[in-house]
């Protein structure tokens, strides 16, 4: 057995509670949804012997449109975009403008060293490196059995 939900109360056709809830539902929560919301970069975090690495997929930006910021712990990444060319001779009936920005913070652990950050953009992913303290790189050796 299958429940549908219809909107009660509309006023017309049999088809139009199927109507609006289908189409409500499509274009409310992908078409809509994704242009008025704010769009965060996917993040990959991975840890090394040495370092920290912390990857961001941000297409479409140059290198001078990102900040980084160290506050005490707190490492913060942002980035804004303003495209606001305007074309001479042109007439517009509609004109969407470009425009994006994002932050995205990370708390970096005590065994990071905050004074050996690099930063990297490449192809459209954004690469930061923090260094881990001597004291805190892992060492190996062996340990025998008595």
């Known amino acids: 057995m299958t429940l549908v939900k219809f ?8 088809l139009k509670p199927w109507f609006n809830d289908v189409f409500d539902s499509v274009f409310n929560d992908s078409y809509v949804a994704d242009r008025l919301t704010s769009r965060i970069p996917a993040v990959n975090i991975a840890e ?10 941000v297409p479409g930006l140059k290198k001078e ?3 980084i910021n160290l506050d005490k712990n707190i ?3 942002s980035a804004e975009k ?9 007439k517009y009936n509609r004109r969407e403008y470009s425009y994006s920005s ?13 004074s050996k950050i ?6 459209g992913i954004l690469k930061v490196n923090v260094a881990k303290r001597e004291e805190a790189k892992v060492l190996s050796r062996e340990i025998s059995v008595k």
């Open 7 to 14: 909107a009660n109360g509309n006023n017309g056709s049999a």
């Open 48 to 57: 090394s012997e040495s370092d920290f690495h912390i990857e961001l997929a």
């Open 65 to 67: 449109d990102f900040k």
């Open 75 to 77: 490492l913060n990444i």
């Open 82 to 90: 303003k495209n606001e060319t305007t074309p001479e001779g042109k």
């Open 102 to 114: 994002f932050v995205r913070s990370f708390t970096l652990p005590e065994t990071a060293d905050y």
């Open 118 to 123: 690099e930063a990297e953009y490449v192809d």
